[in-house]
């Protein structure tokens, strides 16, 4: 997905999976109108209950 090889993804390059270019603007923590590796991990975090790491207390 990432074509020019930079490391993010762009908004253009993201229309390529409707479920990315889905969420991407909400995935894209800074609005930078690119989506970091490390946003898209923030992103499902959240979206999975908000924990990133760390035992889920028994």
């Known amino acids: 997905m990432d074509t020019d090889s930079d490391g993010a993804i762009s908004k253009q390059e993201a229309q390529v999976n409707a479920g990315l270019a889905q969420i991407f603007d909400q995935a894209d923590g800074n609005t ?4 970091t590796p490390d946003e898209y ?7 999975q209950g908000g924990g ?3 035992s889920q207390g028994n």
């Open 41 to 47: 991990k923030a992103f499902v975090a959240k979206q």
């Open 32 to 35: 930078d109108g690119k989506l």
């Open 52 to 54: 990133a790491t760390g």
